[in-house]
Nanobody
Framework: QLQLVESGGGLVQPGGSLRLSCAAS????????IGWFRQAPGKEREGVSC????????VYTDSVKGRFTISRDNARNRVWLDMNGLKPADTAVYYC????????????????WGQGTQVTVSS
């Protein structure tokens, strides 16, 4: 059974950077699309980015384009999210999960969630 564990969150000042890691166990990521999602207090969980199994197809939600970069290493069974130019609006719990992209490039989860990692952007 696939288990995903997120790490790398923390407190960062506006304009700062963080790298989130999603480590998989119990199943190979080789053939899975994996995405990052986030949930801010009082808001619905939203898809941030989704990467295809080969890494050749990537989608970002509009609010993070040009600032966030998703990548993966199937040999290490890991997916990362590099976040630059962080804003207070990026404050949320970040999760990784299997993903798919539906109409209007909306990213939705298709698998179970990990425990998430908290990202707080504040001065």
């Amino acid at each position: 059974q696939l288990q995903l564990v997120e790490s790398g969150g923390g407190l960062v000042q506006p304009g700062g950077s963080l790298r989130l890691s999603c480590a998989a166990s119990g199943f190979s990521l080789d053939f899975l699309r994996i995405g990052w999602f986030r949930q801010a207090p009082g808001k619905e969980r939203e898809g941030v980015s989704c990467i295809s199994s080969s890494g050749g197809s990537i989608v970002y939600t509009d609010s993070v384009k040009g600032r966030f970069t998703i990548s993966r290493d199937n040999a290490r069974n890991r997916v990362w999210l590099d976040m630059n130019g962080l804003k207070p609006a990026d404050t949320a719990v970040y999760y990784c999960a299997e993903c798919k992209v539906v109409a209007n490039d909306r990213i939705v989860a298709t698998g179970s969630w990990g425990q998430g990692t908290q990202v707080t952007v504040s001065s």
